[in-house]
């Protein structure tokens, strides 16, 4: 007994060829999603910390305490450019008023986005100014801490 042959008409032939196609496109468009998923680009941001500079200009210093404070968490990670905030409170242990003229951050990549008060930021002897800053974390890996730097006068 010979095999049954079906024969190919033209018709058969022509969706044969859409049917690769198509099933070729599926194959493309599913190994590309997997493939962007799997190289995933967002960056993991580790601050360990924030350290505020003060730079005093002028014939006196230390009115707002040392020029470097340290200030840490455990740590906070987050992801590639979201916001997080810092409230920093600035003591004047002067017996007279003096002013934060500028809000500036060291490292690359961290976008300082707002202060709550505009500069310059007076405060009063013997007295203390809570400032709040909004800052852009970066969009590459880092660990470490952020560095603030506070021109005062």
Known sequence: MEPVRIPITPELHKNRKKI???GTVVTII????FLGLSLNTDATINVMGVEVHFE??????????SPVQNYTWNFKTLDSGEIFHFTLVVNNYAN?????????????GFTLLSVNYPSPILIKPHSGQTLELTIQAPSHEYVGKV???I???
Do not use: D, E, R
Not at 30 to 33: A, F, G, R
Not at 96 to 108: A, E, F, G, K, Y
């Open 151 to 153: 021109l005062a006068m």
């Open 56 to 65: 005093y200009a002028g014939s006196q210093s230390g009115y707002f305490g």
């Open 20 to 22: 690769v196609a198509i």
């Open 96 to 108: 007279v008023s003096h002013s934060i003229n500028s809000i500036t951050l060291s490292h690359s």
């Open 30 to 33: 599913t190994v590309s999603i």
């Open 147 to 149: 560095s603030v730097n």
